[in-house]
């Protein structure tokens, strides 16, 4: 039923736990392919090594020049046997029962676009924070998951990972795989298209454990790096496309619970930009997205405006340096009192 694609790049250190975790399944998976792109530090032989148990799955090797992870998940895709391809990152891992719970959630909700479960974050073995939808987001209120409104839990904070999804074959295929060349936010251009597109359910326990403790982790960038370079992202231009193609449209669930969450992503990518004096960056944001001719709240009319009125920047950066001055002033202050 299930085929498992590991994208593995620099990860040899961890991809023995990822592959130690699909055979301690409880409802085995049918195969694992591991896309090895382009690794030189010895992963790929770890895998060429592995021997599962007997009964276990069967391990297949795909080698190719590094293209990024969008392209190993995608031939990993071309290359699944079975109706349902499973990610798992290489320095992540499941728990024993994830696999099971998708199996129980396809065979009470078929048909689905999307199926999945909550994750964890850990570090150095330790969990740091348990993520997903709670019971009350579930239709019916069924504890054991079903069908949720994608969109609307994602407003509160993220409910999947990379590596807790589950996809028909069919579907993934249907809206074009993983988009290659991103190398940011590339999973949630995939999970966004396929909830637009039909049903997502997911089971609200935690059963993958996303180890942030990994060198290279996307989240580092998220952290730093994202805030230093505020480049326009791919899912940026997609929530601004999508909203631009709903605008006017008939109301439906889907439009409904992604219209507030698409305008408030923007509308906080673009006051990230002001809060740390990027105004350069908050005009093109506005120009580039086109995001006055979009139907924003007060704080992105706000930003609009600002991008539009050069004269007001050299007095809102001082105010702003001054705002984050004094916030990391309390912080420390904060720091002092508990030590």
Known sequence: ?????????????????????????????????????GSTDGGDEVVRAFVPPAGGPCVRVIDQPNRGVSSARNAGIAAASQPYVAFL?????????????????????????????GFITSRDGRELRRYGVVPA???????????????????????????????????????????????????????????????????PEPLADYDVGVPGQAVAY?????????????????????????????????????????VGQLETAALQRLYW???????AFVQ????????????GRLACWIARHRIVWPPLATMVAVVRLCRESLKCCRRAAVA
């Open 288 to 299: 580039e997205l086109g995001l006055e001719s979009l139907p924003l709240g007060r704080r």
């Open 1 to 37: 039923m299930f085929t498992v694609v590991i994208p593995l790049f620099q990860k040899g250190p961890y991809v023995r736990r990822a592959l130690e975790s699909v055979c301690a399944q409880t409802v085995p998976a049918a195969e694992i392919i591991v896309v090895n792109d």
């Open 222 to 262: 998220w952290q730093r790096g994202y805030r230093t370079e505020f480049t326009i992202l791919a899912h940026h231009r997609f929530l601004a496309d999508e909203l631009r193609k709903r605008a006017g449209s008939p109301a439906d669930p889907l439009t409904d619970s992604f219209t507030p969450y698409a």
């Open 277 to 283: 004096g990027k105004l350069q960056a908050l005009a």
């Open 89 to 117: 990152d290489a320095d992540d891992r499941w728990m024993p029962e994830f696999l099971a719970r998708v199996r129980d959630l396809i065979a009470r909700c078929p048909g689905a676009m999307l199926y999945g479960s």
């Open 137 to 203: 987001e579930i239709e019916g209120g069924d504890p054991r998951g079903g069908r949720v409104d994608f969109f609307r839990g994602l407003v509160r904070e993220p409910v999947v990972s990379a590596s807790s999804m589950v996809v028909p074959k069919a579907a993934i295929e249907r809206v074009g795989g993983f988009p290659e060349g991103v190398t940011h936010g590339e999973d949630f251009l995939v999970w966004a298209k396929l909830a637009l597109a039909g049903p997502v359910v997911l089971a």
